[in-house]
């Protein structure tokens, strides 16, 4: 007989990982075990005894020949290694007596600036797949003679926001620094953190932000367009 199964949306592992593990914690609690996250985001959980557990997640930035010896250390602090997501954001899971993963705060700043300079670098796969749907809608323009005007100015729209991705995940990044600047603090105590963390202020403030931002990008574009 198959255990069943559920699905919850992930709040973000890159800047919200102490929620991110309270939410493991609760579910546990509840009895649904976390199995993984996938592609989607989606964090899956299968039906279990409810568990007395803590979670923590791992940023992961050595070479795969390296997981081995790197699962062992964990091993070995007491903590069971339970999945990764793309070889990057490891998963494990301790009782709740178990000690932190990282000793000090200097370590989890690391991680932290770590984890930061990753993704600022991985965007960049973004603009340039921006440039080529920029390039694709200009040939297209002038091989198809596009009379919707709205049609063509949605679609650079569209290229330049793609290729805009690194300067978003800067400012994202600078506003959760300011927003929580002492993280690395709570490298002890990350569940404190975690009820500090407003997940839905934290959206519409970038929502808002990147909106303004996007309309001066427009507005000058369209200046010189």
């Known amino acids: 007989m ?3 199964k559920k699905y919850l949306y992930s709040l973000g592992v890159a800047y919200y990982p102490e929620k991110e593990m ?13 199995v993984h996250m996938n592609s989607f985001g989606f964090l899956k959980f299968v039906q ?24 062992a250390m964990y ?13 990057r954001y490891f998963y494990f899971q301790a009782p709740l007596d178990a000690s932190t993963i990282f000793s000090d ?4 700043q690391e991680r932290i600036d770590n984890e930061a300079r990753y993704l600022i670098k991985r965007s960049f796969r973004m603009t340039g797949i921006g440039l080529v749907i920029l390039l694709g809608i200009y040939l297209l323009d002038r091989w198809l003679r596009f009379s ?10 569209v290229a ?6 690194p300067l978003a995940i800067v400012l994202v990044s600078f506003l959760m620094r300011r927003l929580y600047k002492n993280r ?13 963390q407003r997940v839905l202020r934290d959206t519409l403030l970038f929502m808002g932000v990147g909106a303004l931002i996007g309309g001066i990008i427009g507005f000058l574009a369209g200046y010189f367009y």
Do not use: H
């Open 160 to 165: 330049v926001g793609v290729m805009c991705t």
């Open 184 to 196: 690395a603090s709570f490298y002890k105590e990350p569940e404190k953190l975690a009820k500090r």
């Open 105 to 108: 705060q200097q370590s989890y």
């Open 75 to 87: 091993e070995a602090s007491g903590w069971e290694y339970i999945s990764s997501y793309k070889d």
């Open 2 to 4: 198959s255990k069943r």
């Open 22 to 34: 309270m939410r493991l914690q609760e579910q546990a609690a509840k009895g649904w075990q976390f």
């Open 148 to 157: 919707s005007n709205e049609v063509l100015d949605f679609s650079y729209g």
């Open 48 to 71: 279990s005894q409810p568990q007395e557990k803590k979670f923590a997640v791992d940023f992961f930035q050595g070479d795969c020949t390296d997981i081995e010896d790197y699962l």
